[in-house]
């Protein structure tokens, strides 16, 4: 793992952006993994503003988001289709046909889930994986004791999961119960995996996932032994970090 600590969230989109662009320039098809939720949109909007600049070009790019609501009308603002049509697609300009977003209303999501994973690896995986951490440390959707081995199947949000998502609906009971989510095993198939966190809240997820060890309770651990894993934190994120000054 890459540490990399900046001071405010603006450096965090920043640097994670120029972390994107160095390792999706040059490819002819690059293929991005997409993470929603409030932690990538500095990073997406910085994408947006260095691509107008002439850094990189998403025009032929792939999108594959990492998760999706089961029980949420697909028409929803927060659905992660329309999220991510909202806060990628547009601002990115990317062709909407090229982007896809597990379908969380697929009649047969059993057939849909294992059509999701072949379709990443029909296109040779994905270049770089944007990523957040919950503050109870899954990734993707993969809650706390998810298989390290998982693929793209059907789960179960946790109280907490919902809770903190509670901001993007009128009420808790709004929140969905599931999801579709890349499996922990997608995730680290990634070439290269680009984590952006920000925020005290986040600070014993990011302590616990860096420094402590491997282990189904803190999904994020895993990304221990991803072989190219950068995270940008700011320093309120970095806060619990025993070990910060040897990041600096
Ligand atoms: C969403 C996702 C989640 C979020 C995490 C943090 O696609 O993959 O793992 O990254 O829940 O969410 P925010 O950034 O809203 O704090």
Redesign the pocket.
């Known amino acids: 793992m890459e540490i990399i600590i900046v001071a405010n969230e603006e450096e965090v989109g920043r640097v994670a952006a120029d972390k994107v662009i160095e390792h999706l320039s040059g490819l002819a098809t690059p293929v991005i993994g997409l993470?929603?939720?409030?932690?990538p949109l500095g990073l997406y909007a910085e994408l947006a503003r260095r691509q107008d600049e002439g850094d990189i070009d998403f025009s032929h790019a792939l999108g594959f988001a990492?998760?999706e609501y089961v029980g949420i009308d697909p028409a929803h603002p927060e659905s992660?289709r329309n999220v991510i049509n909202r806060t990628v697609v547009e601002p990115l300009r990317m062709a909407p046909e090229r982007v896809r977003v597990p379908d969380g209303a697929a009649e047969d999501l059993e057939a849909a889930v294992e059509e999701y994973d072949a379709a990443i690896e029909a296109v040779g995986g994905v270049d770089v994986q944007v990523?957040?951490?919950?503050s109870n440390g899954?990734?993707?959707?993969n809650e706390p004791f998810s298989s390290f081995s998982s693929r793209t199947r059907v789960e179960v949000l946790t109280p907490q999961?919902r809770e903190?998502n509670a901001r993007f609906f009128d009420s808790l009971d709004q929140v969905p119960t599931h999801c579709v989510t890349q499996g922990l095993g997608t995730i680290m198939d990634s070439h290269c995996a680009v984590m952006v966190v920000t925020g005290e809240h986040k600070a014993d997820a990011v302590a616990a996932m860096v420094e402590g060890p491997v282990a189904a309770v803190m999904p994020a651990s895993i990304l221990q032994f991803h072989p190219n894993c950068i995270v940008v934190i700011d320093e309120a994120a970095a806060s619990k970090l025993q070990h910060a000054d040897l990041f600096r």
């Not at 990523?131 to 919950?134: A, F």
């Not at 899954?138 to 959707?141: R, Y």
């Open positions: 993470a929603t939720g409030s932690s990492l998760d992660y990523l957040g951490i919950g899954h990734i993707g959707f999961t903190d």
